[in-house]
């Protein structure tokens, strides 16, 4: 299970305004990617143009031997029934309590009977912790609730590819580390596909199998977890340790006084690689591998204090 996306030499733009160009990555089936970058460098466009719902300029983005990127309108139609989305606010209708909004895809694309919409609801609802909150209205409930409820109705289709725009911002440390949890058990679970757009340093981090970066119009690094945590590549270095020293200023670049303005000394020491998140359901992930595996096979030493149990509990994960 889970489907694997080949994009290669991918770019987009709007009228003559480029977004990213050249965009090669491949996402394995049934890992988890984060997606990094910062705001506005065209993540949320990356994610719709997997789905097929923008079309890139040139490049293409095959998924199970189809190029969605120029594939007639039928055929996409029938790959989107591949994919989850969980869009950045949960994308609930308002006015429908949460039974109804997470039965709304069945109800839509399958020809499923009332009663085995509400088989199909109930385990989902249980799946992200959410039993007996079906006859709330999406106002009544809290920020964390809403994203799980967002979560229930993207996989009510039984995705083979879950794409998470922003599943943490706007929540709290604790119900950040609460659905983090939720997703690392839900991939093992279900063993599809998940890319996870995200601004929180430690849901990168920790979560992910791969990690990749958008900067400046292109992508700078995509590759397993361990490679960009122990990465020297200036803004890969700056943006996953969330320094202030590098190359990446307040509005994207820094000029060139900045720049010099800043010496290696200024430079903090990388800080210690985490454990990854485990399942807590005692499946193993899909690609699970002895922590410092891809350190050891590349000759990096990881930076001192790496894959200490006891350090990467306090921070969160
Ligand atoms: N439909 C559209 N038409 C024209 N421009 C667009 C469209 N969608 C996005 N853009 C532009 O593309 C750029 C990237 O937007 P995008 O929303 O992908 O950024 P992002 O990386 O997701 O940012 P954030 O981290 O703030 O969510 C922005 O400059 C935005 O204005
Ligand atoms: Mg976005």
Redo the contacts with the bound molecule.
């Keep these: 299970m889970g489907v694997e996306i080949k994009v290669e030499h991918l770019t987009k733009s709007?009228?003559k305004?480029l977004?990213w160009g050249d965009v090669t990555l491949t996402i394995p089936a049934g890992e988890i990617c984060v997606m990094l970058?910062?705001?506005?460098?065209?993540?949320?466009?990356?994610l719709?143009t997997l789905i097929g719902l923008?079309k890139p300029d040139r490049g293409s983005v095959i998924i199970e031997g189809t190029d969605i990127a120029t594939c007639p309108e039928r055929e996409l139609y029938e790959i989107r029934k591949l994919f989850g989305v969980l869009f950045?606010d949960g994308a609930m209708f308002g006015s429908m309590n949460l039974y109804d909004n997470i039965a709304f895809p069945l109800r839509e694309h399958t020809k499923k009977s009332e009663s085995e919409v509400r088989d199909v609801v109930m385990e989902k609802l249980d799946l992200v912790g959410l039993l007996g909150t079906e006859d709330k209205l999406p106002g009544e409930i809290s920020g964390g609730m809403r994203k799980r409820a967002g979560l229930a109705r993207a996989l009510v289709l039984d995705p083979e590819i879950v794409l998470f725009?922003?599943p943490d911002s706007g929540l709290d440390p604790v119900r950040t580390s609460f659905l983090n949890q939720l997703i690392v058990d839900l991939n093992a679970q279900i063993d599809a596909t998940f890319l996870i757009?995200t601004?929180d340093i430690n849901t990168a981090r920790t979560v992910p199998d791969n990690i990749g970066l958008?900067y400046h119009k292109h992508l700078a690094m995509f590759g397993p977890r361990e490679m960009l945590l122990s990465s020297e590549e200036p803004v890969v270095r700056q943006f996953l340790n969330a320094q202030k020293v590098g190359p990446i200023g307040m509005s994207e670049e820094k000029d060139a006084d900045e720049l010099a303005a800043e010496s290696d000394q200024d430079l903090p020491a990388l800080p210690p690689i985490p454990m990854q998140l485990e399942p807590s359901n005692g499946i193993p992930r899909r690609s699970q591998r002895e922590p410092g595996a891809w350190c050891e096979e590349n000759g990096i030493t990881p930076p001192p204090g790496s894959f200490d149990q006891n350090m990467s509990m306090t921070t969160g994960a």
């Design positions: 709007f009228g305004q977004i970058g910062p705001s506005g460098t065209g993540k949320s466009v990356f719709k923008l950045q725009d922003e757009v601004h958008l």
